[in-house]
T-cell receptor, first 109, second 113 residues
């Protein structure tokens, strides 16, 4: 079955520490993967997508098809990074955009 | 502001009742997605419409139905409501219902009492 797994509900780090938010997917087709972020009291919004290979706000994510992963990384976390992060998978075969359960990142001063 | 508008923001209703949630997509977007987010759950995909037609269906209950109108706004109808239907319901839109950025509304918080 197609799914997106984010194993950590909460990730707490100190400011300046590296961050890695894990995302694994299950999909037999060619995946399109995204990270969405929801800051407090704001809408869910796109952070980055694997196809663009950009670094947004210092975050990067690399698609590893062998490990079926798309982990989100940042070398030095900032307090303003505290938010809910969702990994999402677009499935071209079924026109579905599905999300993981989300990871709350808390960056402490 | 993403340009996606959801109404109402909050809704409290009793078990057994029926409610309608409304979503206006961004101007020009043809595709609308509906998601349910329950406590401690991620966003559960319910259904996608593209230019008035149903395109993809997720784990949507038979008590729930949706449609997209000619002006591209969408409505999600929830009937015979149960306590477990209490959740945040999100709508998102994008241009072609493909692998491009989806823009989300603020959500409608439904409380069934």
């Amino acid at each position: 079955a197609q799914r997106v797994t984010q194993p950590e509900k909460l990730l707490s780090v100190f400011k300046g520490a590296p961050v890695e938010l894990k995302c694994n997917y299950s999909y037999s087709g060619s995946p399109e993967l995204f990270w969405y972020v929801q800051y407090s009291r704001q809408r869910l919004q796109l952070l980055l997508r694997h196809i663009s290979r950009e670094s947004i706000k210092g975050f990067t994510a690399d698609l590893n098809k062998g490990e079926t992963s798309f982990h989100l990384k940042k070398p030095f976390a900032q307090e303003e990074d505290s938010a809910m992060y969702y990994c999402a998978l677009w499935m071209d075969s079924s026109y579905k955009l599905i999300f993981g359960s989300g990871t709350r990142l808390l960056v402490r001063p | 502001d993403s340009g996606v508008t959801q109404t109402p923001k909050h809704l409290i209703t009793a078990t057994g009742q029926r409610v309608t949630l409304r979503c206006s997509p961004r101007s020009g977007d043809l595709s609308v997605y509906w998601y349910q987010q329950s406590l401690d759950q991620g966003l559960q995909f319910l259904i996608q419409y593209y230019n008035g037609e149903e395109r993809a269906k997720g784990n949507i209950l038979e008590r729930f139905s949706a449609q997209q109108f000619p002006d591209l706004h969408s409505e999600l109808n929830l009937s015979s409501l149960e306590l477990g239907d209490s959740a945040l319901y999100f709508c998102a839109s994008n241009l072609q219902g493909r692998d491009t950025e989806a823009f989300f509304g603020q959500g409608t918080r439904l409380t069934v009492v």
